[in-house]
């Protein structure tokens, strides 16, 4: 499966911090699925940037490509 593609996969996100400094990103999805992933502030502050960047973008293919104003 690409970025891209639609998929009927189920899955909770949880983001917070660790008691060791790390920002953490927790998913759980089906099938007894956990995936806790560590980051430092800087790796999830750059993540942080690229999902703005990246609804940024749905935000234009939603709207047929016309920006919004603001």
Known sequence: MGIDKQSDI???IQIGPT???MVRIYIEAEGG???PLD???E???EIAEEL???AEA???VADGGKPKRR
Do not use: H, K, S, T
């Open 58 to 60: 749905a935000r234009l």
């Open 19 to 21: 008691d060791l400094g």
């Open 39 to 41: 980051f430092d502030p």
């Open 33 to 35: 699925i956990e995936l």
């Open 10 to 12: 189920a899955a909770n």
């Open 43 to 45: 790796e999830a502050e």
């Open 52 to 54: 703005r960047a990246a």
